[in-house]
């Protein structure tokens, strides 16, 4: 199976279009964002999302509001075609996850530390108390993988910051993660089918 989401934060709208035609079915699951919302339009995400129904699509929101707003965001990213969302994991249990898809909570980041590490038991605690199918961990950080696949036993964990931010997805997955979230390394690619290939490569692999 497809191990690799494709994360795809372009300034033009075409290059969306290129990367998806360019990889074609080999890629199961894309990440997009607010770069995505601001290069294409919200018009111009729908139809990229209905043109490839084939895949699952994560808006990468990172949501951090009270709860009715975070409910209004995910409620509209629906109506666009997503199928999952990003949310902080700061702001905790009272924060009620958006009802209307799959949440993906974030407990750590590939940059950093952040806040997150100074207290990445607490936020795992935090997160915990979050309803979702998820989380969003570093795939740069190995260590942070380990004890966060520990603690959460059959969340789906996806790994972002392979390639380009130092992060071997071959080494995430060892780890604990089940999936690696992968941008520039290939849709900067001269050939993105063969980085395709060799990331799955790596990820069956699982080695450090
Ligand atoms: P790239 O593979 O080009 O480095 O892109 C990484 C992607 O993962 C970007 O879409 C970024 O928003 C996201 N990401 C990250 O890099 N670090 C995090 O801690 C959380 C993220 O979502």
């Known amino acids: ?74 409620r509209r990213m629906a109506g666009l075609g997503f199928d999952g969302i990003i949310m902080h994991g700061f702001i905790g249990p009272s924060n009620a996850p958006p009802s209307v898809m799959d949440v993906f909570v974030l407990i750590s980041m590939t940059q950093g530390p952040t806040l997150y590490d100074a207290s990445l038991e607490r936020a795992m605690d935090y997160t915990k108390a979050i309803d979702r199918r998820g989380i969003v961990v570093p795939g740069n950080k190995p260590d942070i993988i380990r004890k966060a696949r520990e603690q959460f036993p059959s969340d789906v964990i996806i ?20 999936f690696g979230i992968v941008g520039r390394s290939i849709y900067e690619s001269s050939d993105p089918v063969e980085s395709l290939k060799r990331l799955e490569r790596e990820a069956a692999e699982s080695q450090c």
Do not use: T
């Open 1 to 74: 199976r497809s191990r690799v989401i494709l994360a795809i934060d372009e300034e033009e709208p075409r290059k969306y279009w290129n990367v998806l035609d360019a990889v074609g079915s080999s890629v199961k699951a894309v990440k997009l964002g607010w770069m995505a919302i601001l290069s294409l339009g919200s018009d111009g995400v729908k139809s990229l999302i209905n043109g490839h129904d084939d895949k699952y699509f994560i808006m990468d929101a990172k949501m951090a509001d009270v709860n009715f707003i975070n409910e209004k965001i995910a």
């Open 159 to 178: 790994s972002p910051g392979i390639g380009a931010q130092g992060g071997s997805i071959g080494c995430a997955v060892k780890h604990g993660a089940d």
